[in-house]
Structures are given as C-alpha cells and as structure tokens.
C-alpha cells in the first residue's frame, strides 16, 4: 500500500478502523489532524485515543531518531521539524539540550526540565553534568512557549547567559538557544543574541 498517497482522512481511517466517512467527521470535528493528534473529539473512544497518542510519540521518536548523527549546521529543518513536533503543542515549558561531538554531529537529545505553563527552573549545573555525560563538546538549547509567542523574556537572556558561562568553564560551546511557539521559532544565535 503506498500510505504518502493517501488522505488524511483516509490514514486515519485505517489507524482507528473507521469507515471514511466516520473518519472525515472526527478530523472534521477535532479541527485538523494536528487537533485530532492533541486533543481528540469527544466521539473518540479511549482505545483509539492510546492509538493516536501512539501515532503521534512515534511521530516524534522518528524525528528524534533521524537527528541522531547529523551535522546540526547542515540539517536545520530537520532539527526545526523535530523541536516543533516534540515542542509546539506542548502546555507546560520542556527545556530540552541537543548534545554535538566537536564536528557538530548531533550525539543525543535530552529533556532536562520541566515548568509550569509559562516557566520552567533551569539550573546551568545540571546541563554542565548531562554534557559531560553525553561526551559533548556542544550544546544547542531549546525550550517552548505554550503561550505560542517566540519573544524570549528577561529570564531566557539571563539562563542563556548563565549557561553559557557555566559551559565554557569545561570548554563546552553553547551554539544556539532555540524558542518553539505555534508554528514558529526564535533562534538566538540567528538575532545574533547568543
């Protein structure tokens, strides 16, 4: 079966063994296929919720898992694609680190932290430790805004700095610090904020 030529609705339709119509007014009722992955209509069962919430988490680990050995310079849409499937929808703050060898080879994505909706406690010894532990000689950060807007805040410039100066003391580089809001992102190091 070639699954890119279907719908939709159509692949939807296989994953919840619905008939085609049932299935259009699910993802009719849910909004889009991006509503019906984060909050499904009520007229899902539980089951075929675990089944969507299965699609969407492998979703995210192909993404994650085509990252692993790339050139971050040279592959910025897939870490783009990976941070907004893993982080836009998301409605509490994940500081998460991307871990690069001194080629700038991705070695290993790790969420670190975990906040409230519009904050998350990062503290720059726990990133020296898990750098240290991944045998990393660089770093990019990324964190999302629930609230979708991309501005960093007081706060972001601050951690961003202390992270910084915490890393270069074991001669680890912070490349970027990366923001995730809805459908779009703040990347530090392109605002030359870094």
Known sequence: METEKLSDVELVAIALRKPIERAAGIVRDSGSLRGLLNKPHEDVTEHEREILAAIKELGRRYLKEALIGQNFIRSPQAVTDYLMASLRDEKREIFKVIFLDKSLRILTVRDLFFGTIDEAAVHPREIV??????????????????SGKIEPSREDYEITQKIKQACATV???????????ENQYFSFSERNSL
């Open 171 to 181: 001669s680890v580089r912070v490349l970027d610090h990366i923001i995730i809001g």
């Open 129 to 146: 430790k898990a750098a240290l532990m991944a045998d990393a000689s660089n770093i990019v950060l990324c964190h999302n805004h629930p």
